[in-house]
């Protein structure tokens, strides 16, 4: 997430929100404004101090407004934090949509090339923002539950990913040979992550796989573990993915 959450960042978040307040009545353009610019304060908050300092009585101070103000735009600190997760999450599915549908478009791309765009699609919007990206993907922000609506957005990222791995041809070794591996054989059991997805074990497997260790390199990098160790991050996002998209 290289460009942080300052003032640069919470520009590009308020425009969305901005453009969508040029419609309906002057009341509720003006309340679009002000929900949109309390976002903007609020990624600044998350960038100085992280998620779980998030206080709605110091934005309305910086804002110049009362907290019981406030409070008439984001009834509590979880639903101002339910609202900033929702944007992301909606950013990344949007993204993958984009990146499913030009892959698509490409008939004569290979098969890979779906589930390559996606990861490094992935990276480049981790990298744009990276506060953005530990809201939703880091530590977990302390007695905060999301509701179900930002689960099922949450879905819609995973759906894409799935779609491109049953893109790739064939499976595992085991599956090739009419048997599956032990934990393919966990996963079909416990795939309810996956939604309504026809997706394979061996699917299933792959997009997981994909999932957590691109994660991984993702995280590691982005919270700055890679500094000083003198290799390029890059370079070893690629070499993960090469080996996600080799044959089983």
């Not at 004569?108 to 480049?124: C, M």
């Amino acid at each position: 997430m290289p460009e942080t959450g300052g003032s640069g960042t919470a520009g590009k978040k308020g425009a969305g929100a901005a453009a969508g307040a040029a419609a309906g009545t002057p009341r509720e353009r003006y309340r679009a404004q002000v929900r949109a610019e309390i976002k903007e304060r609020a990624w600044e908050q998350i960038a100085d101090a992280g998620a779980s300092a998030l206080s709605l009585n110091a934005i309305a101070k910086r804002m110049g407004m009362s907290g019981p103000a406030l409070y008439r735009y984001f009834g509590s600190r979880d639903e101002l934090i339910t609202e900033l997760i929702r944007d992301a999450y909606r950013s990344l599915a949007d993204t993958f949509r984009s990146e499913a549908s030009k892959a698509s478009e490409a008939s004569e791309a290979e098969d890979s090339a779906g589930l390559a765009s996606l990861a490094r699609a992935l990276r480049r919007w981790a990298q744009a923002d990276p506060h953005r990206y530990f809201l939703v993907y880091g530590t977990p922000v302390p007695g905060y539950h999301a509701p179900d609506d930002v689960t099922e957005i949450a879905s819609e990222i995973m759906s894409a990913l799935l779609d491109a791995c049953a893109k790739l041809p064939g499976g595992t070794s085991g599956e090739a040979a009419g048997r599956s591996r032990p934990f393919e054989q966990h996963i079909e059991a416990h795939a309810q992550w996956a939604g309504e997805h026809p997706a394979t074990p061996a699917q299933l497997h792959r997009a997981l796989s994909f999932w957590t260790r691109l994660h991984g390199v993702l995280s590691l990098e982005l919270a700055g573990h890679f500094t000083g160790m003198g290799f390029d991050a890059g370079a070893l996002f690629e070499a993960e993915l090469e080996g996600l998209l080799a044959p089983a």
